[in-house]
């Protein structure tokens, strides 16, 4: 056995070198990756005066599970409002017009307002040189049971097609 290492002893020194320059590198290679997670680490708990991370995480999800409920509660609000807001007026058409041929500028006018499901009144002022009358008629689905002016049903229509809108003539 003794003739064997020795007739092989360059051999066994290259591989024994070979071996120890392999192992050097992992090693180098595990510190470099050691020190990359050190400090992200380091990097993750900056700041805490916890004993653990675990504890940090634990807080953490408590803080989450606070904002879903937080989330929850401002979304049951937004679906209240919106649907409030439905019934809110939504739509107005406005026109002005000269009711009265011996009565210029247009002071007359009509205007309607709608909620989004197209109910709510239309508001007629007539001008005349000695009174001024209005009037005020409901709208359901977008019509009334009473009769109505050209310029009612324009104002009308035009809160239906536009939202919100104005034909404002001579102003």
Excluded: W
């Excluded at 401002?74 to 058409?93: H, P, S, T």
């Excluded at 000269?98 to 499901?117: E, P, Q, T």
């Amino acid at each position: 056995m003794e003739e064997m290492i020795a007739q092989y002893s360059n051999q066994i020194i290259i591989f024994l070198t070979v071996g120890v320059i392999i192992l050097l590198i992992l090693n180098i290679i595990s510190q470099i990756r050691i020190s990359s997670i050190t400090k992200k680490y380091n990097r993750l708990v900056e700041g805490v005066d916890k004993d653990s991370l675990e504890d940090l995480i634990f807080e953490y999800i408590e803080e989450v599970k606070d904002m879903k409920k937080e989330a929850e509660v401002i979304k049951d609000m937004y679906e209240k409002l919106n649907n409030k807001l439905k019934f809110a007026v939504q739509r107005v058409g406005f026109v002005r017009y000269n009711a009265f041929n011996d009565v210029g500028s247009d002071l007359s006018f009509s205007i309607a307002l709608l909620d989004d499901n197209l109910n709510g009144f239309v508001i007629s002022s007539l001008f005349g040189r000695n009174e001024c009358n209005t009037y005020a008629k409901p709208i359901f689905n977008g019509e009334s049971k009473y009769a109505l002016s050209d310029e009612e049903i324009q104002a009308i229509e035009m809160a239906k097609e536009y939202g919100v809108s104005s034909k404002l003539g001579n102003i």
